[in-house]
């Protein structure tokens, strides 16, 4: 079983996704910049080893990613799984971790990159919505997509629903895409994303939940 660790700086609930799906795979460690992370003891009372690399600590950028990718390889993580890590990660990090690092962003990239998403798809008035697994380059919430899921943008929308219609799509298609990435179905080569078979990859490629 390939070992696994999930990056979180929050809530949690994607790492709760990714360990409640049963993974082909073993996380061996989640780890948080942030002490306070209220994901750290849902994954600790469930028996995961948790960790805390404090990014306040670190005078640079370069020093605490040296120090996450020690922690990293220190417990044997191949996969590095970013479910809402809140950090922005440097090229020499995203290079070490090059195809083994996915994350999980809340729009349809590469619309709405950074934060405050869903005020930026209710702003920009779009009619489709949504959330993107991608393996992660050294651009801000970039890089070779593996899966995404749209959802409608309905009239009377907040940024909290449609925040919320949007995360139940993540717990969907985050799991599905780090199954596929540990069972070797889905890589990236040459800088673009492969499936071992076409069929799987336009079933998956595009989630659309029924209304
Ligand atoms: C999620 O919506 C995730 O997509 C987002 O942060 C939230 C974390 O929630 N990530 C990003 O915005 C990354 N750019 P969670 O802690 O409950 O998984």
């Excluded at 306070?36 to 995961?48: F, H």
């Amino acid at each position: 079983m390939k070992p696994y660790v999930i990056l979180i700086s929050g809530r949690g609930s994607n790492m709760q996704a990714l360990l409640q799906a049963r993974l082909p795979g073993q996380c061996v460690a989640v780890i948080s910049n942030r002490p306070e992370a209220a994901g750290l003891a849902w994954a600790a009372d469930r028996g995961v080893p948790t960790r805390i690399v404090d990014h306040r600590r670190f005078p640079a950028r370069e020093a605490f990613d040296a120090t996450l990718a020690e922690e990293i390889e220190g417990v044997g993580g191949e996969l590095v799984l970013l479910a809402g890590f809140m950090r922005i990660l440097t090229p020499g990090f995203v290079e070490r971790f090059a195809g083994r690092l996915l994350n999980i962003h809340p729009s349809l990239l590469p619309a709405f990159p950074g934060l405050n998403t869903h005020e930026a798809a209710l702003a920009a008035g779009v009619r489709l919505h949504g959330c993107t697994v991608h393996f992660v380059t050294s651009a801000l919430d970039s890089g070779p997509i593996i899966i995404q899921a749209a959802v409608p943008v309905l009239a009377g929308d907040t940024p909290d629903s449609l925040a919320a219609r949007v995360l139940q799509q993540e717990h969907i298609i985050y799991p599905q895409a780090a199954r596929a990435v540990l069972d070797g179905r889905c890589r990236l080569e040459s800088g673009r994303v492969v499936w071992d078979d076409d069929a799987t990859s336009a079933d998956l490629a595009l989630r659309v939940p029924a209304q």
